[in-house]
């Protein structure tokens, strides 16, 4: 929050003396303001919140990708010498009943996990949005359309739509990404579009229409903007639920297939013996709650960032208005 | 002896807003206290602190004594036994102050039972009873009824029957009027007047309306910046204001019998998380000295009957002009006679039906005509639900109407292409009543203002100068541009609005309630601003607004709608000296005026019943039902044309800019 108050003071700096045209004509910019994205980069950049998170998720980045090039065992190896081998100097995190090496599997694994995560959440939150804002926004047939195909794919059994189509995934697990992104945005679809119904009727968005501004102008500027925190929230939790379909798919065979892995699989796979054998679970677990946590972080800050309602400084509460009613016709 | 007696009570609300700094009065029985005080002044902070129902985390401090007996620093629970037996509270939104799954009876029948212990049986006698004293009609059977059914101003008598039940020694009214329309307000004043006679309670009338406390209070006290600044017998305050902030909000109220232009109060109201140390007008006062800017200034007695100001520079409030100027009339000569001026927009027989399950229809707008001319502004005026606002939604959608038609420049909505409706956009833009919710709150000033400017296809790089002569325009400062519409005050959200309405330079300009959202001393700048716009821009404006008051300031031309119709239009100016429709007659009759003498000796309650409601069918005159004229009708063939005959517009002479849809207007000329 902190970094919002720094940056706006920044910006209000340039701008108190005079408001004559004349006064600053010579520049190309007499406001001289950030644009808005600049703004929102800049805030990001003081938001702690935001920083730890992306932080995090980049150290957690790197501990995957670097992982493999550290470790003396690769993900595939079978040591005959140590089964279901507790935390050593040798396997930094165990070792497996098949003596594979855990921390090589779990790095393995989170390679996969986080592209899938972060990738599934945002295409699936990506989807609800448009879909949801372009249906609530433009109503009539193009809303019962989509909504029509919206209640369509929730009825469909997803698992085994996925099961069907699993030959043609094969091997190549990226393909899981726009497959689960597939069945998982139509609840949210179905949110955004309710709430854009009551957001189109605010008379910023009908100011907006008066003015001229086109429908896509219209959805991208006021509509989705507005509904930024549902969506940040959506995307945060699509993460972590993401990583588990993906499990769940793999359990069955039908998602990353031994002897490659996932954070899903090994958890799955780790969480019956759990108690007595915590490495094989514990360090695969750890690992996904790591990465909720960063995204969460992220996520919250991103929401902060966005938000220019100010919460805790300076900024005196907003003026209670009298108004009479609003805007269209009687229900 | 007093009943209610407060002294120096302080509120803050977390982390640090100091809503209610030091304020002492007190009421006696039978007594109305008007506390009257624009937004963020603390009255409501203060009516809550009073009945012990400040926000969690609110710090009240100082004392509140209801018959001798100290409020504050009570539990709650010991509160609530106080609460509707020994003060009651009248709340500003009835709907939400009401359950909506039980009966209005079984609500009234519970308070009393609660708290005088009396059966069921006996409670239910006496909440018909109350029923009857606020004047529901057919009391026994509406008591049966949920709140849902009963109209705005019937529920708000629903909830001062409520207040009243258990004859409290002190009654709290927080804009019991509030969104009521004026013929509406008039009657509540008057339940308000017969709760207070039965009762013999001491009222605490809280409101931001001088007109209503004018008729209404004994004894007014005024606050701002969360102090009283003056407290005066309602008379001795209207006449004699000593404390310049008083004087500036009498002069800012805009006036239905158009006796002085209303004067705006530069600057906006202090912030109350970091006020300044002195006193809290002195920034935006025109005869504040350096001593204001000392100390809180402490009341003074200043004239009889307990008048006491705030203020240190009394001896330049003496006289009220040299404090704040009137303004001369500026308006300019009119180019030309209204018929040689080109059209710039044309209503004929607009139809607004909404329809409604079993082939019902809600007749929003039912034939409408007007024109607007260039270099003029039409007011449209009318009570809450009478289709005025449908009648500019339909206007802005530049689509082809229901029935009738509509010319915009010369150009029929009905044939409008895409591109056409894009260009004409240009042309015709609207100016909403609440800026707040007109203004994204995503997005900042500047990037609010670009907003049309690019749609229409502005160059960027000539975007930000035409942004900073938009906002020289309105009157802002170039620093407001990095601003969010939050951290502008009230007033200056709605200039930006007329800003963006601008910005693509608009030859016709729809204003819904542009000042309906805005306190009185702001109001009266825009409407300052309004006027110089339009001047210097060559623009015609369609103003929508139901305060006749505030019309009567901007509109060259008014036209009066009742339940889809036009009943009147014609030169404003005639129109208020002379209206000749029995309802625009009854609505300017109930304009308040903040003037106590008149206001107590006009007619108490000049339209009975309630706005009516437009999906039931008539045949006859829509306003018989609460028309005075037609009750005072003798001869049965004359009531009969009333029944019978849709009366349409008509001109009232030919010479004459005026028409009117009643049977009787020439009689009643």
Same mark, same amino acid.
């Given at each position: 929050m902190?970094?919002?108050?720094v940056?706006?003071?920044?910006?209000?700096e340039?701008?108190?003396t005079g408001?004559?045209?004349?006064d600053?004509?010579?520049s190309?910019d007499?406001?001289d303001?950030p644009s808005p994205?600049?703004?929102?980069v800049?805030?990001?950049l003081?938001?702690?919140?935001?920083?730890?998170g992306?932080v995090?998720?980049?150290?957690?980045?790197?501990?995957?990708f670097a992982?493999?090039?550290?470790?003396?065992?690769?993900?595939?190896?079978?040591?005959?010498?140590?089964?279901?081998?507790?935390?050593?100097?040798?396997h930094?995190?165990?070792?497996?009943?098949s003596?594979?090496?855990?921390?090589a599997?779990t790095?393995?694994?989170?390679?996969?996990?986080l592209?899938? =995560?972060?990738?599934v +959440?945002?295409? !699936?939150t990506?989807?609800? *949005?448009v879909v949801?804002?372009?249906?609530?926004y &433009?109503?009539?047939w193009i809303?019962?359309?989509l909504m029509w195909?919206?209640?369509?794919l929730?009825v469909?059994?997803?698992?085994l739509?996925?099961a069907?189509?699993?030959?043609?995934?094969?091997?190549?697990?990226p393909?899981?990404?726009?497959l689960l992104?597939a069945?998982m945005?139509?609840?949210?679809?179905?949110?955004v579009?309710?709430?854009?119904l009551s957001?189109?009727?605010?008379e910023?968005?009908?100011?907006?229409r008066?003015?001229?501004v086109?429908a896509?102008?219209i959805?991208?500027?006021h509509i989705?903007?507005?509904?930024?925190s549902?969506?940040?929230?959506d995307?945060?939790?699509?993460?972590?639920?993401a990583i588990i379909?993906e499990s769940?798919?793999?359990?069955?065979?039908?998602?990353?297939?031994?002897?490659?892995?996932?954070? =899903?699989?090994l958890? +799955?796979?780790? !969480?019956?013996?759990?108690l *007595?054998?915590?490495?094989l679970?514990?360090?695969? &677990?750890?690992l996904l709650v790591?990465i909720?946590?960063?995204?969460?972080?992220l996520?919250?800050g991103?929401r902060?960032?966005?938000?220019?309602t100010?919460?805790?400084?300076?900024s005196?509460?907003?003026?209670r208005?009298r108004v009479?009613?609003?805007y269209?016709g009687?229900? | 002896?007093?009943?209610?007696?407060v002294?120096d009570?302080?509120?803050?609300?977390?982390?640090?807003v100091?809503?209610?700094r030091?304020?002492?009065f007190?009421?006696?029985p039978?007594?109305?206290?008007?506390?009257?005080?624009?937004?963020?002044s603390g009255?409501?902070?203060?009516?809550?602190?009073?009945?012990?129902l400040?926000?969690?985390g609110?710090?009240?401090?100082?004392s509140?004594?209801?018959?001798?007996?100290?409020l504050?620093g009570?539990?709650d629970?010991?509160?609530?036994?106080?609460r509707?037996?020994?003060?009651?509270?009248?709340?500003q939104?009835?709907?939400?102050?009401l359950?909506?799954?039980?009966?209005?009876g079984?609500q009234?029948?519970?308070?009393i039972?609660?708290h005088?212990g009396?059966t069921r049986?006996?409670?239910?006698?006496r909440?018909?009873e109350?029923l009857?004293l606020?004047g529901?009609?057919?009391?026994?059977?509406?008591?049966?009824?949920y709140?849902?059914?009963?109209s705005g101003g019937?529920?708000?008598?629903?909830?001062?029957?409520?207040a009243i039940?258990?004859d409290p020694?002190?009654?709290v009214?927080?804009?019991p009027t509030g969104?009521?329309?004026?013929?509406?307000q008039?009657?509540i004043l008057d339940v308000l007047?017969?709760?207070?006679?039965?009762?013999?309670?001491?009222?605490?009338?809280?409101?931001?309306?001088?007109?209503?406390?004018a008729?209404?209070?004994?004894r007014?006290?005024?606050m701002y910046g969360?102090?009283?600044?003056?407290?005066?017998?309602?008379?001795?305050?209207y006449?004699?204001?000593?404390?310049?902030?008083?004087?500036?909000?009498?002069?800012?109220?805009?006036?239905?019998?158009?006796?002085?232009?209303?004067v705006p109060?530069?600057?906006?109201p202090?912030?109350?998380?970091?006020?300044?140390?002195g006193?809290?007008?002195?920034?935006r006062?025109p005869?504040?000295v350096?001593?204001?800017?000392d100390?809180?200034?402490e009341p003074?007695?200043v004239?009889?009957g307990?008048h006491?100001?705030?203020?240190?520079?009394?001896e330049?409030?003496a006289?009220?002009?040299?404090v704040f100027?009137p303004?001369t009339?500026?308006r300019?000569?009119?180019?030309?006679?209204?018929?040689?001026r080109p059209v710039?927009?044309?209503?004929?027989?607009l139809?607004?039906?909404?329809p409604q399950?079993?082939?019902?229809?809600?007749?929003?707008?039912d034939?409408?005509?007007?024109?607007?001319?260039a270099?003029?502004?039409?007011g449209?005026?009318?009570e809450?639900?009478?289709g005025?606002?449908?009648?500019?939604?339909?206007?802005?959608?530049?689509?082809?109407?229901q029935?009738?038609?509509?010319?915009?420049?010369?150009?029929d909505t009905?044939?409008?292409?895409?591109a056409?409706?894009?260009r004409?956009?240009r042309d015709?833009?609207?100016?909403?009543?609440?800026?707040f919710?007109s203004?994204?709150?995503?997005?900042?000033v500047?990037?609010?203002l670009?907003?049309?400017?690019?749609a229409?296809g502005t160059?960027?790089?000539?975007i930000?100068l035409?942004v900073?002569?938009?906002l020289g325009?309105?009157g802002?400062?170039?620093e407001?541009?990095?601003?969010y519409?939050?951290?502008?005050?009230?007033?200056?959200?709605?200039?930006?609005?007329?800003?963006?309405?601008l910005?693509?330079?608009?030859?016709?300009l729809?204003?819904d309630?542009p000042?309906?959202?805005?306190?009185?001393?702001v109001?009266?700048?825009i409407?300052?601003l309004?006027?110089?716009l339009?001047?210097?821009?060559d623009l015609?404006?369609l103003?929508?607004?139901h305060?006749?008051?505030?019309?009567?300031?901007?509109a060259?031309?008014?036209a009066v709608?009742?339940?889809?119709?036009?009943?009147?239009i014609?030169?404003?100016?005639?129109?208020y000296?002379r209206?000749?429709h029995?309802y625009?007659?009854?609505?300017?009759?109930?304009?308040?005026q903040?003037d106590?003498?008149?206001?107590r000796?006009?007619?108490?309650?000049?339209l009975?019943?309630?706005?009516?409601d437009?999906?039931?069918?008539?045949?006859?005159c829509r306003f018989?039902?609460?028309?005075p004229k037609?009750?005072s009708l003798?001869s049965?063939?004359?009531?009969?044309?009333?029944?019978?005959?849709?009366?349409?517009?008509?001109?009232?002479d030919l010479?004459?800019d005026r028409?009117?849809?009643?049977?009787?207007?020439?009689?009643?000329r």
């Amino acid at each position: 929050m902190s970094g919002r108050h720094v940056s706006e003071h920044g910006v209000s700096e340039h701008g108190v003396t005079g408001h004559g045209v004349g006064d600053h004509g010579v520049s190309a910019d007499p406001l001289d303001l950030p644009s808005p994205r600049a703004l929102a980069v800049r805030r990001l950049l003081h938001n702690r919140k935001a920083m730890t998170g992306l932080v995090l998720l980049g150290l957690l980045f790197l501990f995957a990708f670097a992982g493999p090039l550290v470790s003396p065992w690769g993900h595939d190896e079978v040591d005959f010498t140590a089964f279901r081998e507790p935390p050593s100097a040798e396997h930094w995190f165990g070792t497996t009943g098949s003596g594979r090496d855990v921390f090589a599997l779990t790095v393995r694994g989170m390679q996969k996990s986080l592209f899938i =995560g972060l990738c599934v +959440a945002v295409l !699936s939150t990506g989807l609800a *949005a448009v879909v949801g804002a372009v249906a609530g926004y &433009a109503g009539g047939w193009i809303d019962r359309a989509l909504m029509w195909g919206v209640d369509l794919l929730l009825v469909l059994p997803w698992f085994l739509v996925v099961a069907v189509l699993s030959p043609a995934v094969g091997g190549r697990w990226p393909l899981l990404i726009p497959l689960l992104a597939a069945f998982m945005w139509m609840v949210t679809a179905r949110m955004v579009r309710g709430m854009t119904l009551s957001l189109r009727h605010r008379e910023y968005v009908l100011a907006a229409r008066f003015l001229g501004v086109g429908a896509p102008r219209i959805i991208a500027r006021h509509i989705l903007p507005n509904l930024a925190s549902l969506l940040i929230v959506d995307a945060s939790l699509g993460v972590s639920v993401a990583i588990i379909a993906e499990s769940t798919l793999s359990y069955f065979g039908y998602g990353v297939r031994p002897p490659d892995t996932s954070l =899903g699989t090994l958890i +799955a796979d780790g !969480s019956g013996t759990a108690l *007595a054998y915590p490495w094989l679970f514990g360090s695969a &677990a750890s690992l996904l709650v790591l990465i909720v946590v960063a995204v969460n972080l992220l996520g919250d800050g991103l929401r902060d960032v966005l938000d220019p309602t100010p919460s805790r400084h300076g900024s005196r509460p907003r003026p209670r208005l009298r108004v009479r009613r609003r805007y269209g016709g009687p229900a | 002896m007093s009943v209610l007696t407060v002294r120096d009570l302080h509120v803050t609300y977390p982390p640090d807003v100091r809503a209610v700094r030091g304020v002492s009065f007190e009421v006696g029985p039978g007594e109305v206290l008007g506390v009257v005080g624009e937004s963020g002044s603390g009255k409501t902070a203060l009516a809550l602190a009073v009945l012990g129902l400040s926000p969690a985390g609110a710090r009240v401090r100082g004392s509140v004594r209801l018959r001798g007996r100290e409020l504050v620093g009570r539990s709650d629970a010991a509160m609530s036994q106080l609460r509707g037996r020994d003060i009651a509270m009248v709340f500003q939104d009835p709907l939400s102050a009401l359950t909506p799954v039980h009966t209005v009876g079984d609500q009234i029948a519970e308070t009393i039972q609660v708290h005088a212990g009396a059966t069921r049986r006996a409670a239910r006698a006496r909440a018909v009873e109350l029923l009857e004293l606020v004047g529901i009609p057919d009391a026994p059977r509406r008591a049966r009824a949920y709140p849902h059914e009963f109209s705005g101003g019937m529920r708000r008598r629903v909830m001062i029957a409520m207040a009243i039940a258990n004859d409290p020694v002190a009654l709290v009214a927080d804009e019991p009027t509030g969104g009521l329309d004026v013929t509406v307000q008039a009657q509540i004043l008057d339940v308000l007047r017969v709760a207070r006679e039965a009762t013999g309670a001491a009222v605490l009338l809280i409101t931001h309306d001088l007109g209503v406390v004018a008729g209404a209070a004994d004894r007014v006290m005024v606050m701002y910046g969360g102090r009283a600044v003056e407290t005066a017998p309602v008379d001795q305050l209207y006449h004699r204001p000593r404390m310049p902030y008083t004087i500036g909000l009498l002069k800012s109220l805009p006036r239905a019998d158009g006796a002085v232009r209303p004067v705006p109060i530069d600057g906006a109201p202090p912030s109350a998380s970091d006020p300044p140390p002195g006193c809290p007008f002195a920034p935006r006062c025109p005869v504040s000295v350096a001593r204001c800017g000392d100390a809180l200034p402490e009341p003074v007695p200043v004239g009889p009957g307990g008048h006491r100001a705030a203020c240190v520079n009394l001896e330049a409030t003496a006289d009220l002009d040299a404090v704040f100027p009137p303004r001369t009339a500026a308006r300019p000569a009119e180019p030309a006679p209204r018929h040689r001026r080109p059209v710039v927009l044309k209503v004929e027989d607009l139809v607004r039906h909404y329809p409604q399950r079993h082939d019902e229809a809600v007749h929003a707008v039912d034939g409408v005509t007007f024109d607007v001319r260039a270099g003029e502004t039409l007011g449209l005026a009318g009570e809450s639900g009478c289709g005025k606002t449908t009648v500019l939604m339909e206007i802005l959608r530049l689509a082809r109407p229901q029935g009738g038609r509509i010319t915009v420049l010369g150009e029929d909505t009905a044939s409008l292409s895409a591109a056409d409706r894009k260009r004409l956009r240009r042309d015709l833009q609207v100016v909403f009543q609440d800026p707040f919710s007109s203004l994204d709150p995503r997005m900042r000033v500047a990037d609010i203002l670009a907003e049309p400017l690019a749609a229409h296809g502005t160059p960027k790089a000539k975007i930000p100068l035409r942004v900073q002569e938009l906002l020289g325009m309105v009157g802002l400062e170039k620093e407001h541009a990095s601003r969010y519409p939050r951290g502008l005050s009230g007033g200056q959200a709605q200039r930006v609005g007329i800003a963006r309405a601008l910005a693509l330079e608009p030859r016709l300009l729809l204003l819904d309630e542009p000042v309906a959202a805005l306190d009185v001393s702001v109001q009266a700048g825009i409407l300052e601003l309004l006027d110089e716009l339009r001047a210097r821009l060559d623009l015609s404006y369609l103003v929508v607004a139901h305060d006749l008051a505030v019309l009567r300031h901007v509109a060259d031309r008014l036209a009066v709608m009742y339940n889809g119709r036009l009943v009147e239009i014609g030169d404003a100016e005639a129109i208020y000296e002379r209206p000749v429709h029995p309802y625009t007659r009854a609505l300017l009759d109930a304009v308040p005026q903040p003037d106590p003498l008149r206001e107590r000796q006009r007619r108490r309650t000049p339209l009975q019943g309630d706005p009516p409601d437009p999906s039931a069918p008539s045949i006859g005159c829509r306003f018989l039902p609460r028309c005075p004229k037609f009750a005072s009708l003798r001869s049965a063939g004359l009531r009969r044309r009333c029944e019978t005959d849709d009366p349409s517009l008509r001109l009232l002479d030919l010479s004459v800019d005026r028409q009117v849809a009643c049977h009787h207007a020439k009689e009643a000329r």
